[in-house]
């Protein structure tokens, strides 16, 4: 892992997993993601990653035209790196994963590395109720959904992003395996280092949130990667805040935001990302960590830098 001083936060704004009924803080319209996502920013993310949502149902979209209304609004408030997602959501091929990418171009996008179970179902035991017909259908259909990232996949993401567009990837490790897959391509050179690995933790169908596999994904990634990565770590729902410590600790950067969390607390919803954000920051000051600012951010990943966006 690269030696660095400072910490990246990002955060995951609205994501394709969580529902509209499960939260009234979750932003669907562009104006709530934007304010979101500037908000988040001013408390401390120097990466903001970005889905779209049908601002009428709340349903993900990849839709370029909404990502077109709420981009240049981020843009101009701010100064953080935009990351587009390339994962989308259920029932997106890849052309539509990966359209509001090739559309404006920005600094950074996902790119999980492996096909797998995704497994949101158990949340229906949740909620009695739903505002939206699709929501249900949601949460019921990835029983049988299988979040399709196969080699040719990435392939063809790497090279319509990557060599297309000049950027860089935020690679969205899952599993063991999927750190050896992101190894594959490396020693193939179609990707190139500094790679920034986010490992993930505590969905159902990828590895656990047990703090031991902290340790093995760390370890893993040391062997493979060597100097040429920088690690952060995310983790689903009540683990976001505590694994995000434990790895700060050990010298990961962190990822937090409603994508993946909805409480800033025990029974406590979180009332907005950055109300995350700024507790994960509040950590790092009390762990002596310093916080990277975006163009720290850039110049540790070798980004394109934000003059060359097209939004």
Not at 74 to 94: E, F, H, L, R, Y
Not at 114 to 142: D, Q, V
Not at 199 to 212: D, V
Not at 262 to 267: Q, S
Request: hydrophobic share 40%; net charge neutral; aromatic share 8%.
């Amino acid at each position: 892992m690269r030696k660095k001083s400072k910490a990246i936060i990002t955060c995951a704004i609205t994501g394709s997993i969580h529902t509209p009924s499960m939260s009234p803080h979750l932003p669907v319209t562009p104006d709530a993601i934007a304010t979101q996502a500037v908000d988040a920013a001013a408390a401390g993310a120097a990466i903001l990653h970005l889905h779209a949502r049908d601002p009428e149902t709340g349903k993900p979209s990849g839709a370029p035209e909404l990502f077109r209304r709420f981009l240049p609004r981020i843009k101009q408030a701010c100064d953080a790196i935009v990351n587009i997602t390339t994962g989308g959501g259920q029932g997106m091929s890849i052309d539509e994963r990966i359209a509001a990418a090739e559309a404006f171009s920005p600094e950074m996008t996902s790119l999980n590395m492996g096909s797998m179970n995704f497994g949101l179902y158990p949340m229906l035991a949740r909620y009695g109720e739903f505002k939206h017909e699709w929501e249900r259908a949601h949460l019921e259909g990835s029983k049988d959904f299988i979040f399709r990232n196969t080699f040719g996949d990435i392939e063809k993401i790497l090279q319509r992003l990557g060599e297309g567009h000049g950027v860089r990837f935020e690679f969205e490790c899952y599993d063991v395996g999927h750190l050896y897959t992101l190894a594959h391509f490396l020693d193939r050179k179609l990707v190139k280092p500094p790679l920034f690995v986010q490992t993930i933790f505590g969905i159902l169908g990828g590895i656990g949130a047990e703090p031991q596999n902290v340790l093995v994904m760390r370890e893993t990634a040391e062997r493979l990667f060597g100097e040429q990565y920088h690690w952060s770590v995310l983790a689903a729902g009540r683990y976001q805040i505590p694994f995000c410590t434990m790895a700060a600790s050990m010298g990961a950067n962190v990822r937090v935001g409603l994508e993946d969390n909805l409480y800033l607390g025990k029974g406590q919803l979180a009332p907005s990302n950055a109300a995350l954000v700024a507790k994960m920051r509040h950590i790092l000051d009390e762990l002596s960590i310093d916080v990277a600012t975006a163009d720290d951010a850039r110049a540790m990943l070798d980004l394109k830098g934000q003059a060359s966006v097209k939004f």
